[in-house]
């Protein structure tokens, strides 16, 4: 209905043809004889049939309110070999082979999918990971982009995916794969493992758990950090604890009880930093949006470890205005010892006058291109830079509607003009005196 309704406001369909449309009748004579069924068709029924031939309806686990037991794993392939390591309560389980001549010819992606699905197919056959939370890391970020979206392009990565999201569904379990980096799996010992070196990382006795950082955020990893971010975000940026997502996030700044005894909190706006940990970022998302929706003129700066980021980048560019770059780990402030990089976004206060949200204006956008080519041909320190341009986006909100407009846009949106065209006005003949 409101198709139609749209389509009659811009004049392309009648009332009469509306009503036409709406008292037709279903007539099965017109149904086609046969249809052409697209080359994907017999793949998906198959799938069907994978994921539902259980006898009765397994239970999937939507949330988790007590965890009892994850297990940390990584896994990596070579092209002659491939590893993996996952870490138990009664110790660390290590998956080490090589290829046959079938996986020759095979792709580097279908490589590292392979040992991902087989090394937890091989521990549900064996009733390892039941009714459990699994944390796999992979260097390969097909692997992960493949999981997310439940679909590939490539026959062989789909079947994968299938087999994947089967076992997932029969074990009860949650699987979670998330990309890092390749230096990360080279220090934790799985890439020696998939060339059948056993003498690195875990291998020589250090605990899984320092390179699996899913819980600690930026600060927690680095403490010098903070400092980069009071001078890139100004003096008055406030960088909140866990607890504070709910409370200061929210402009409360404490509060006070009235003559009746009820309870009156303090509005204050403010610039927050948001550093959530990565297994913990989707929450922090979910509580940033409702704090957005309810205070309009604060400023919110998210900063997160590129970790995990199927639980939370889709709500990330969702809720962002602008997502500025990912800072590489070659920084004072973010070295190469925490091998993988910073994605950075600023939710900006909304508007008095259009578009309201400055989410993806173009001159905003432009911007945005323009800083991240420089940095990625020059490799300068991003701090001055980046200070430059949130110190230059926070004065918009401030500005009046004609200078909002001639700041966001290459052209003026349509509507009525603000100011007269060139060369209008009024002509005035000259006197000869």
Request: contains cysteine; glycine residues 6%; hydrophobic residues 35%.
């Amino acid at each position: 209905m409101v198709y139609l309704e749209e389509a009659k406001t811009k004049g392309l369909m009648t009332t009469a043809d509306i009503d036409h449309l709406m008292n037709l009748k279903y007539d099965p004579k017109l149904r086609p004889k046969s249809v052409k069924a697209r080359p994907r068709f017999i793949k998906s029924v198959d799938a069907l049939h994978s994921l539902f031939s259980c006898e009765e309806p397994p239970s999937v686990t939507v949330r988790t309110a007590d965890v009892q037991f994850i297990v940390y794993g990584f896994a990596d392939a070579s092209k002659s070999g491939f590893g993996a390591s996952l870490e138990y309560v009664d110790g660390v389980r290590y998956r080490v082979g090589t290829w046959s001549s079938d996986e020759d010819n095979a792709s580097s992606n279908f490589r590292e999918f392979a040992n991902v699905v087989e090394t937890i197919e091989e521990d549900v056959a064996n009733d390892r990971l039941k009714n459990s939370t699994l944390i796999l890391a992979t260097d390969n970020s097909t692997v992960e982009s493949a999981l997310f979206k439940g679909n590939s392009s490539s026959e062989l990565l789909f079947n994968l995916v299938v087999r994947f999201k089967t076992m997932e569904l029969h074990s009860g379990s949650k699987f979670i794969v998330t990309h890092v980096s390749g230096e990360r799996m080279k220090q934790q010992g799985t890439d020696g493992i998939s060339r059948g070196q056993l003498r690195e990382g875990i291998a020589l006795g250090t605990s899984m758990l320092c390179y699996c950082p899913w819980g600690l955020s930026a600060s927690q990893r680095h403490p010098p950090i903070i400092k980069w971010y009071h001078q890139t975000f100004g003096p008055n940026l406030e960088v909140l604890s866990l607890s504070q997502w709910f409370t200061r996030g929210h402009d409360h700044d404490n509060g006070f009880y009235d003559e009746k005894g009820m309870f009156r909190l303090i509005i204050k706006h403010g610039t927050y930093l948001w550093e959530p940990p990565p297994a913990a970022a989707d929450a922090a998302l979910e509580e940033l949006r409702k704090a957005r929706l309810k205070r309009r003129q604060s400023t919110h700066v998210i900063i997160i470890p590129r970790l995990c980021t199927t639980l939370w980048l889709k709500q990330f560019y969702i809720a962002a205005d602008i997502v500025l770059y990912y800072l590489p780990p070659v920084h004072s402030h973010w070295p190469a010892s925490m091998h993988e990089p910073l994605v950075i976004a600023i939710l900006f206060p909304y508007s008095r006058y259009f578009p309201w949200q400055f989410k993806n204006t173009p001159r905003l956008l432009s911007d945005r291109r323009k800083m991240q080519k420089v940095l990625q041909e020059t490799g300068v320190d991003s701090g001055g830079m980046l200070r430059e341009f949130f110190v230059s986006t926070r004065k918009i909100s401030c500005l009046s509607e004609h200078l909002v407009r001639k700041l966001l846009y290459f052209r003026q949106p349509d509507g009525v003009p603000y100011s007269s065209p060139r060369g209008a006005g009024v002509k005035r003949k000259q006197s000869s005196q």
